[in-house]
């Protein structure tokens, strides 16, 4: 790991950003397997949103959907669960950092998760200069077809990733 | 209940299959295969449920969404159910004595007595509400049921791996 990215948890080990998180795992009742739910209920709304925007673009799912009107109307939800997301992710993050910061399959998580929302932002972005931009010439037409393969590899892998973590030595010291 | 406490769950987990899922990677493999799957399952189910509640894609029928949407939920639920027993198996006994699985167990069963209930009893009559925003209250509370059971599965099994 990068010394950047393992002084990060360092800086955080100690703060009172941990003693905070750590207080609210410990204290409120069943608050870990909670905080959790509403993390895997985020990744739900990604998987409901953009995974299914990007099967679309793909001409695999939800043939009746416009992309123009599907990509306005569902990114809002997908912005909102990122931002749910992040919180929730961030009691863990918090409450032992420098298990995430030392964990290789975090970074990986975060080597996804970064394109990923970039992309989906670019993608977002240039829909809302022109009503039907990713559709209104095929040279666009393939260029979304592009990100949307991208883009649904970089999400599925955020996801898996985000699993592994707890298992990091299933991969890096293998039995 | 005596059959939960029988020696057949511990039989289930000295099989060569459940040794060999258990004591690998397939385990996280199928682990995170099945909160892909499930998560498909929610997000794809919440989408109808929002349309049935009249909170979302109001501009498509519920037909439409329904056709559309309603084979992905049912096909990521195969792999999460094929890839929920895979993990099952390894554990079987003290998952059947794990009070988070036997709520997940029960939610489950709920939430598709409320999928039947909406498919056999009320989507007859769909063509009185397919097209308009707002829907009868019968259809909303099923559609909000729906999305408070199915939330209720993930966080009963989320939480039995903290029994486990």
Redesign the interface.
Known sequence: MPEFFTSIGTLLDGSFLQAGALWALRTIP?F???I??VH??G???????V??LDLRILGL?????KIS?MTK?VMP?LWWALASNFISGSFFLLGRPNRYFNNPIFGWKLSFLIPAILLTLFFHLMSKQQDGYWESNSKRLWTARGIALVSLGLW?MV??AG??I??VE??YYP? | MQILTAPFWIDIENWPISWEIGGTSWFPFLESIHVLTAALVVGSILMVDLRLLGLAAKRYSVTTLSKELVPWSIGAFVIATITGLGMFITRAASHVVNPAFQWKMALLLLAGINMMYFHFRVYNQVERWNSTASTPTQVKIIGGLSLFLWSGVMLAGRWVGHII
């Open positions: 069943g870990p397997p909670i959790q739910t895997i209920l990744i739900a709304i990604v998987m409901g949103t995974v299914m799912a939800v043939p009746s959907q009107e109307r939800w599925i996801a898996m699993r592994w707890a298992y299933y991969i039995a």
